[in-house]
């Protein structure tokens, strides 16, 4: 508890923002409404697309797991960024890299789907902060590019430039090689560190250590 109250603000309230939203979405599916479909961001020419979704799709998720390795990385990196940045940018950054993550995908839909109509369209939904959470980790591996990050599952330290340009490979390789098997919005995450990197060559953001 304390190390959550020593969190900033806008950290904090993130956190809060994502687990109350994935408690509500639990508790609704019970009820048979689905607030992953209302909040989640459909492809703009689908019939359940709403505006709004752009920046809600961003505070929901589709399992346990999804939310606790998103909701682990803001706790990790969200509240050292903010403490640099201040709350204002922190939040600006956070979310105009979710918005930038929402159309590098959209874009890819629409080239992987040409021709398809709006209720075809329909079962496209994307939904995750990753997008925000891969541009909190290039802006830590560009502030503190030599300190190391310790992976949950792999107890071995790496830099984090090293670990954030894995990463970004990773992520590049699994969008392209498509995977049909793999729902995973890879060049969201790409997306997201591609409008990341230009906010922070904008910033002229230098590293730290």
Known sequence: MNN??????????????????????????????????????????????????????????????HI????????????????????????????????????????????????????????????GASGSLFCLLLAFGMLFPNSELMMMFIPIPIKAKYFVAGYGLIELFSGINSNPMDDVAHFAHLGGMLFGFILLMIWRVRKIN
């Open 68 to 127: 606790f390795f998103n909701m682990y990385a803001v706790f990790m990196f969200g509240g050292i960024l903010e403490n640099v940045w201040g709350p204002k940018r922190f939040l600006f950054y956070y979310i105009f890299t979710g918005l930038g993550a929402a159309v590098i995908q959209l874009f890819v839909y629409y080239l992987q789907y040409k021709g398809y109509s709006g209720e075809e369209l329909n079962p496209l939904i994307v939904i």
């Open 4 to 65: 959550l109250q020593s969190l900033p603000t806008v950290t904090k309230n993130i956190l809060i923002i994502n687990i109350l939203l994935y408690a509500a979405t639990w508790i609704y599916e019970q009820q048979g409404i689905h607030l992953t479909n209302i909040l989640g961001l459909h492809y703009p020419t689908a019939p359940d697309f709403r505006p709004y979704q752009f920046i809600t799709y961003m505070f929901m998720h589709g399992n346990l797991m």
